[in-house]
């Protein structure tokens, strides 16, 4: 292909239009369909293409909702974004089977989220020390206007400290502060106060007689929030006594699944093989309700799996305990996510799914993301430790064969029937589909 300079400057057309030129035939054709993706509302359309550069048109991923979420006795339906076939089906099946045994419970740990600004500093550390404490204060008075609006709504700037980073590397400094964001993910709040303490801490440095000139030089390496934020936290869980989990396939026993099903978690907690992946079936609950709220879902992959390895290894973030006949299954994940400002409030989609959900704050956001997150959990290791996942899986695959080859009602019902027992795979459905009604 050949490159471009000034392609952010041609319409959104003219994009369209060059990026066809580069193809031919039928891919060109397929190019020119992107259009059709296009909103039939001009408006929503500028929307979308205002998010994010060079927008030529929208991806689509399907809208479901995952219904009867009892989550500390309130039910919710939860709208979750995600394309991965059977997991708006394992999140429903298993928000129902909890339904009827008490439902979920959740509580929000902490709430804190933090950020450093990178320094270097040559010179003697406990000069350095004195200095901040000297100065903190007024660190703070210089960030004030920043943070009237944060603290009107009761957040704001919670702490700040030194951190001697100089075991690890050369002068290397840094300032730590902890921020209460209310329901805002609060990234730009919390850039912009790192931002002026970084000025602020540079140019009081600057001005301080008792450092000698080189001390007086601290260099800013960057401000910046951390994503990691293992203090924004929230534990969910469910439990029941053993023998109300019931009967499953196969004539498994509640006793024998609790058994499997703890074992699996533990091996999920000692073997990163299995770890995660068990953490990846967790994330597809959560990562689908934290796209269909608007949040951002590189920032949640980012830390979980951070906490996940806190230890120095990668476990599993859930666990199961089977103890004096109560089995109980907890997920403990550090979620920071927002209700309000950013796209949670822009993107229509967002906007409708924050309104199905009740208009929830912040934590209680954090709280329905992990329920779904634990129940996702539980639906992929109870098919695990009994059916296996294929069988589900299939059903929904085959589904993908059927509409791929174009198959009408009357031959998808037939299929169904057929492939209860008989293994799925393309071939397999194709060949069938010739043998029984012609497609459309
Ligand atoms: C598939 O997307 C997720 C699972 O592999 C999770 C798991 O193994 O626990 C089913």
């Not at 479901?64 to 039910?75: E, Q, T, Y």
């Not at 003697?124 to 703070?140: A, G, Q, R, T, Y």
């Not at 540079?202 to 260099?219: G, K, L, P, S, Y």
Request: hydrophobic share 40%.
């Amino acid at each position: 292909m050949k490159t471009i300079s000034g392609f952010s400057k041609l319409s959104k057309n003219e994009k369209i239009e060059w990026l066809a030129q580069q193809l031919s035939g039928q891919e060109q054709e397929d190019f020119l369909n992107i259009k059709d993706f296009w909103h039939s509302d001009e408006q929503t359309q500028k929307v979308m293409d205002d998010f994010s550069e060079n927008t030529i048109s929208n991806f689509y991923f399907p809208f479901g909702i995952a219904p009867n979420f009892s989550i500390n006795d309130k039910v919710y339906h939860v709208p979750m974004v995600i394309e991965e076939s059977s997991v708006v089906a394992a999140a429903s099946k298993s928000a129902k089977f909890w339904l009827s045994r008490g439902g979920f419970k959740a509580k929000v740990v902490d709430s804190t989220k933090a950020g450093q600004v990178h320094f270097i500093y040559q010179g003697d550390k406990e000069k350095l020390f004195s200095f901040f404490n000297i100065n903190k204060i007024n660190l703070k008075n210089a960030a004030a206007p920043l943070a009237v609006n944060m603290e009107k709504r009761g957040g704001g700037i919670k702490d700040i400290s030194l951190r001697d980073k100089t075991d690890s590397l050369e002068n290397y400094y840094q300032l730590d502060v902890t921020f209460d964001t209310c329901d805002a993910m609060g990234a730009n709040f919390i850039n912009s106060i790192l931002e002026s303490f970084a000025q602020t801490f540079q140019d009081m440095a600057a001005q301080h007689t008792f450092f000698n000139e080189q001390e007086q030089q601290i260099q800013i390496i960057m401000s910046i929030l951390t994503n990691y934020t293992p203090e924004c936290r929230v534990v969910a869980s469910v439990e029941c006594d053993v023998e109300q989990l019931g009967e499953f396939s196969g004539g498994m026993d509640a006793f024998e699944f609790a058994q499997k099903f703890e074992r699996a978690v533990q091996i999920a907690k000692v073997d990163v093989n299995r770890a995660v992946t068990h953490n990846k079936g967790i994330l597809n609950g959560i990562d689908a309700v934290v796209l269909a709220t608007g949040n951002d879902f590189r920032a949640v992959e980012a830390c979980v799996h951070a906490y996940a390895a806190r230890d120095g290894q990668y476990r599993s973030l859930s666990s199961c305990t089977v103890k004096d006949n109560k089995f109980k299954f907890e997920l403990d994940i550090p979620l920071a996510l927002g209700t309000v400002g950013g796209l949670t409030s822009l993107h229509p989609m967002a906007k409708t799914s924050l309104s199905v959900l009740g208009h929830p704050d912040a934590k209680e956001l954090m709280m329905i993301t992990a329920c779904v997150g634990l129940a996702q959990n539980f639906g992929a290791v109870r098919s695990l430790v009994t059916t296996g996942i294929q069988k589900g899986h299939m059903k929904m695959h085959l589904l993908n064969i059927l509409n791929q080859l174009e198959a009408n009602e009357e031959q998808i019902s037939l299929a169904k029937d057929r492939f209860e027992d008989h293994a799925v795979s393309f071939a397999a459905v194709r060949e069938f589909l010739a043998q029984t009604a012609p497609a459309r």
